[in-house]
C-alpha cells in the first residue's frame, strides 16, 4: 500500500480505496468452496451498495440478499437477476413489499406473522403467489458485539420457533403465499466457527417441526455474519470459507433436492476496502499525543458504533513507533479511531490507511457537520 502513496496524494483526502484484485481473489475463493457443496450465495448489499463492487458479484454469480427495497431496485438496475433476489427486513413497507412482488424475486424472507399476511393481502390485490421463506430465529448465541448478535429470543429479528404452531395455522388460509423456504441470521462478525455448527444442529431439529406437518421446504437459507481479522488483516486477507462450508455441508441434515443459501457480507467485502485519510494536525494533550485526521466518524461511524477497531497504518513515516490517539475532526467525543496506537512518528500532512473497511464502512456516510461526502476509487481504475 505505500507503493500507492503518490497515486493517493493526487486524490482529495479522505476516500475511499477498494482493492479490487484483492476482491476477485477473495470471490474465486468463495466461488470454489461453496461450489463444491452446490451451494448459493446472495452478497448482503447493505455491507457495500457500490455499483463497481455489485458489478463485480454478478461477474461471479452471486444472488443479491437486500434489506430494503431501494436495495432491492439497485440490485435489479445493476443486473442481478430477479430469482437470485431475496428480500430480508423486520419493517418492510407496503412499497417495499410491492417492488419485491411486482418484480417477482426469489422470497421474501418474512419476519413476522402479520407482515406475512400483509405480503398475502398485496399478492392477492395482484392476482399472484408470493414466495416466501420464514426468518426464524434459532436462539443460537453467535459470541458477538451485542449490536449485531441477532439470533436470540430477545431479538427484534425473526419469528420465534414458539410461534411456529400459529404461523402454520395461519399460514394454511393464505392462498397468495407460497412457503419455500426457512431462514437464518444470527449475527455478524462471528469468529468463533462452532456458532455455525451450533446453528446447524438447531436448524436440523427446527426441519423436523415441518417435516411433522408434512411441509416440504426447497430452501434453506443460512444467512452471513462470518467475521474477519480486524486486528491483523495482512494475515488474514481472505476469511476461511473452507471451513466455513464445511462445518455445513459436515452437520446439516437436508431432505432431498433441498438447496442451501448463504448471505455473505463483511466476509467478502471488507478486507477489500481502505479509508485514505491525512494528517492535519498533531496535538500534545497531558498524557497523550493526538493525530487528528480529516476523516471522521461521518465517513467511519464503526469504532463509534461498535467500539470496532480498525488497523491504521501511515503511509508516508516509516520513523521509531510512538503511540498515539488517532481522532477525527467532528464534534463528537466518540469520533476516535483508535486509542493508544502504535504508529511511526507522524507529522502534518503524512497520509494514513484505515484498513478492512469495505464493508458497513462507506454505507454509513453521514453529513454531519455538513461535511462533504467522500469519493470511492478502484485500483483497477488505476
Ligand atoms: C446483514 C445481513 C447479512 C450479512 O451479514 P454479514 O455479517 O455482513 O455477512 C445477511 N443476512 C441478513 C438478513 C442481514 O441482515
Given at each position: ?49 457500490n455499483k463497481p463492487i ?234 497523550k499525543e493526538f493525530v ?64 478492512s473497511v469495505g464493508a ?23
Open positions: 500500500m505505500k507503493k500507492l502513496e503518490n497515486t493517493f496524494r493526487k486524490l482529495k483526502t479522505p476516500f475511499y480505496w477498494y482493492d479490487m484484485e484483492l476482491l476477485t481473489q477473495t470471490l474465486d475463493i468463495v466461488k470454489e468452496e461453496s461450489g463444491k457443496h452446490g451451494y448459493h450465495i446472495h452478497y448482503a448489499v447493505k455491507a457495500n451498495a455489485l458489478n463485480k458479484m454478478i461477474q461471479y454469480g452471486l444472488g443479491a440478499d437486500c434489506v430494503s427495497g431501494n436495495e432491492v431496485l439497485r440490485s435489479l438496475e445493476v443486473g442481478f437477476s430477479p430469482k437470485d433476489i431475496v428480500f430480508a427486513g423486520v419493517g418492510k413497507t407496503d412499497e417495499e413489499i410491492n417492488i419485491g412482488l411486482e418484480n417477482d424475486i426469489f422470497a421474501f424472507n418474512v419476519e413476522s406473522i402479520q407482515e406475512m399476511e400483509v405480503i398475502n393481502e398485496l399478492a392477492e390485490r395482484k392476482n399472484i403467489k408470493a414466495r416466501i421463506a420464514l426468518r426464524l430465529n434459532p436462539n443460537v448465541e453467535a459470541f458477538t458485539h451485542k449490536y449485531i448478535t441477532t439470533g436470540l429470543n430477545e431479538n427484534k429479528f425473526g419469528i420465534n420457533i414458539e410461534n411456529l404452531d400459529a404461523v402454520f395455522s395461519i399460514l394454511i388460509k393464505l392462498t397468495n403465499i407460497e412457503l419455500t423456504g426457512i431462514h437464518f441470521h444470527i449475527g455478524s462478525q462471528i469468529t468463533d466457527m462452532n456458532v455455525y455448527k451450533n446453528l446447524c444442529i438447531r436448524v436440523n431439529k427446527i426441519q423436523e417441526l415441518f417435516t411433522e406437518k408434512n411441509i416440504k421446504l426447497q430452501h434453506i437459507n443460512l444467512g452471513g455474519g462470518l467475521g474477519i481479522n480486524y486486528n491483523i488483516p495482512c494475515e488474514d486477507l481472505i476469511p476461511d470459507f473452507k471451513t466455513y462450508f464445511k462445518i455445513f455441508a459436515d452437520n446439516l441434515k437436508l431432505k432431498p433436492n433441498q438447496q442451501v443459501h448463504f448471505e455473505l457480507g463483511r466476509s467478502i467485502v471488507a478486507q477489500c476496502g481502505n479509508l485514505i485519510t491525512k494528517v492535519i494536525y498533531l496535538k500534545k494533550g497531558t498524557q487528528i485526521v480529516d476523516a471522521g466518524l461521518t465517513e467511519l461511524i464503526r469504532p463509534a458504533l461498535y467500539e470496532a477497531k480498525h488497523q491504521i497504518k501511515n503511509l508516508s513515516s516509516e520513523l521509531k513507533e510512538q503511540t498515539y490517539d488517532v481522532v477525527g475532526p467532528i464534534c463528537e467525543s466518540a469520533d476516535v479511531f483508535r486509542k493508544d496506537m502504535q504508529l511511526p512518528k507522524t507529522k502534518r500532512g503524512d497520509l494514513l490507511a484505515i484498513k458497513y464502512g462507506q454505507v454509513m456516510t453521514s453529513q454531519y457537520n455538513l461535511r462533504n461526502i467522500a469519493k470511492a476509487y478502484y485500483s483497477d481504475e488505476f
